[in-house]
């Protein structure tokens, strides 16, 4: 079974940093991007960022909300992504969804599967 | 940036047929996907390229996408399908391409 579970959420203050991790199992961590998705409680889903595979040269493309702010990076040898997040705001606060890339072509990607989300609260 | 704009609610009736619309500029020539999402739990995709389903998805859940709107149809809605259903797309036409979501409709089985 595919899954994927968040880990590191929790309460910060305005400024500090949080890293959060995506642990994956069920499949080849290391041939699909991975992304990260969040939600501010009541709203909608804001993609945040996202990681290529190795295959693709392992780069990054960040939302423009936290870009300079926020970087992804992936260990395949573990099957873990990470969303390292600094200078963190208060309109930062959300659950962040780690999720899957799927592609069926250069112009089609869709996430699939999503983890259960981890809250981040950023509060003085 | 692209913006894909969804109706904030849907109400149908059980049995009924309840159709999700998202509009975007020229979506009919990208390929759309969508979301259900129930009160606090993660997303599940229920509809990628405009029509697929993934394996366990019912096949009362159907799209299709034309011009400047996708619709999300689900036939013979029952209580159970009640969430939020978010379109998104993946624009590619810049050099930093990025995924769009769509406001979110809230879908009411009465």
């Known amino acids: 079974e595919v899954q994927l579970v968040e880990s590191g959420g929790g309460l910060v203050q305005p400024g500090r940093s949080l890293r959060l991790s995506c642990t994956a199992s069920?499949?080849?961590?290391?041939?699909?991007?991975m992304s990260w998705v969040r939600q501010a409680p009541g709203k909608g889903l804001e993609w945040v960022g996202f990681?290529?595979?190795?295959?693709?040269?392992?780069?990054?493309e960040y939302a423009a909300s936290v870009k300079g702010r926020f970087t992804i990076s992936r260990d395949d040898s573990k099957s873990i992504a990470y969303l390292q997040m600094n200078s963190l705001k208060t309109e930062d606060t959300a659950v962040y969804y780690c999720?899957?890339?799927?592609?069926?072509?250069?112009?089609?990607?869709?996430?699939?599967?999503w983890g259960q989300g981890t809250l981040v609260t950023v509060s003085s | 940036s692209y913006v894909l704009t969804q109706p904030p609610s849907v109400s149908v009736a059980p049995g009924q047929t309840a159709r999700i619309t998202c509009g975007g500029n020229?979506?009919?020539?990208?390929?759309v996907h969508w979301y259900q999402q129930k009160p606090g739990q993660a997303p599940v995709l229920v509809v990628y390229?405009?029509?697929d389903r993934p394996s366990g998805i019912p096949e009362r859940f159907s799209g299709s996408n034309s011009g400047n709107t996708a619709t999300l149809t689900i036939s013979r809605v029952e209580a159970g399908d009640e969430a939020d259903y978010y379109c998104?797309?993946?624009?590619?036409?810049?050099?930093?391409?990025?995924?769009?979501f769509g406001g979110g409709t809230k879908l009411t089985v009465l």
């Open positions: 999720t899957r890339v799927v592609s069926s072509g250069y112009y089609s990607n869709w996430f699939d599967p």
């Open positions: 069920g499949f080849t961590f290391g041939d699909y991007a």
């Open positions: 990681i290529r595979s190795k295959a693709y040269g392992g780069t990054t």
């Open positions: 020229n979506i009919g020539s990208k390929s």
């Open positions: 390229d405009d029509s």
């Open positions: 998104q797309v993946w624009d590619s036409s810049s050099d930093h391409p990025y995924w769009v």
